[in-house]
């Protein structure tokens, strides 16, 4: 218990530390390839909400905001409107940042940020989210069983869950074993040149190896009673994107 408290602790720590460089090192390291995954997210999650215009999203690990971006310049694209969308994050640096990005639509209430643990969604109230947004957050969420469960109480039913994340593999390629080379060797060394931070850009494969298969987060999901509707992996899987929905049951 302990062990755990103080590996997340470090976790958090260590983002709010490369917080001021982390927008600038992403957009180099991503050479921007995530923008359209993180589109086709947004893209899908409408679709599986419906004809309805959400009133609630909510983006769990937001960091500096950029899903938060993302779900505001796609819900106009795809012509949705929105209430709010609540950021939460544990990271005070992270925040900060955020803050600063998002000054506008702070000021005018329609983005929302708090601090705070996924496993912990304390101030979400039970079935109010309409989509529930987790990006590249998952994989530091010590208490990932907790987390996931707190995602199902405050998903309204037919609610959509979308995670975006470096899920790890069931079985390794060629391809895989490239892209292994790059995260493992060549990223920590740009992002900690980037950073000043060798450790934290270490810390990002490592955490790919130490978290579940997509077919173990599907299985979590299914016994919360969130159904999986669409699972897509990009450039040799290096990225997956999963879409689940609230069943209308639980
Ligand atoms: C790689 S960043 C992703 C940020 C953002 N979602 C994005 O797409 O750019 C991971 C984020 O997870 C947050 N995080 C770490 N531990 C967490 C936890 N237990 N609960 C929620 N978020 C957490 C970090 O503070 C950090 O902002």
Redesign the pocket.
């Known amino acids: 218990m302990r062990k755990k408290m103080d590996k997340?602790k470090q976790?958090?720590e260590m983002?709010d530390s490369i917080a001021p460089t982390y927008d600038s090192a992403?957009r180099i390291l991503s050479l921007g390839i995530d923008v359209a995954w993180r589109k086709e997210a947004c893209k899908k999650a409408f679709e599986y909400f419906g004809e309805d215009s959400p009133s609630v999203i909510l983006?769990?690990?937001?960091?500096?905001g950029?899903?938060i971006l993302h779900w505001e310049r796609n819900a106009k694209k795809f012509q949705k409107d929105f209430g709010k969308i609540i950021g939460?994050?544990?990271?005070n640096g992270?925040l900060e940042v955020a803050r600063e990005k998002l000054k506008n639509q702070l000021e005018s209430r329609k983005v929302e940020l708090f601090l705070g643990?996924?496993?912990n969604l304390t101030n979400i109230e039970k079935q109010s989210v309409d989509i529930l947004s987790?990006?590249?957050?998952l994989r530091?969420?010590?208490?990932i069983k907790e987390?996931l469960g707190e995602f199902a109480r405050v998903l309204k039913k037919g609610g959509v869950l979308v995670i975006?994340e470096f899920t790890k593999k069931e079985k390794e390629n060629f391809l895989d074993k490239m892209m292994g080379f790059y995260t493992k060797k060549v990223l920590p060394i740009i992002g900690g040149l980037l950073s000043k931070n060798y450790r934290a850009y270490k810390y990002l494969p490592d955490s790919i190896d130490g978290f579940l298969t997509s077919s173990m987060l599907i299985e979590e999901l299914n016994k919360l009673g969130v159904q999986m509707k669409f699972i897509k992996g990009y450039s040799a899987n290096i990225s997956t994107l999963l879409i689940g929905v609230k069943q209308q049951n639980e």
């Open positions: 997340q976790i958090i983002f992403n983006d769990v690990a937001c960091g500096t950029d899903m939460i994050d544990p990271s992270m643990e996924a496993k987790i990006a590249y957050g530091n969420v010590v208490d987390a975006l």
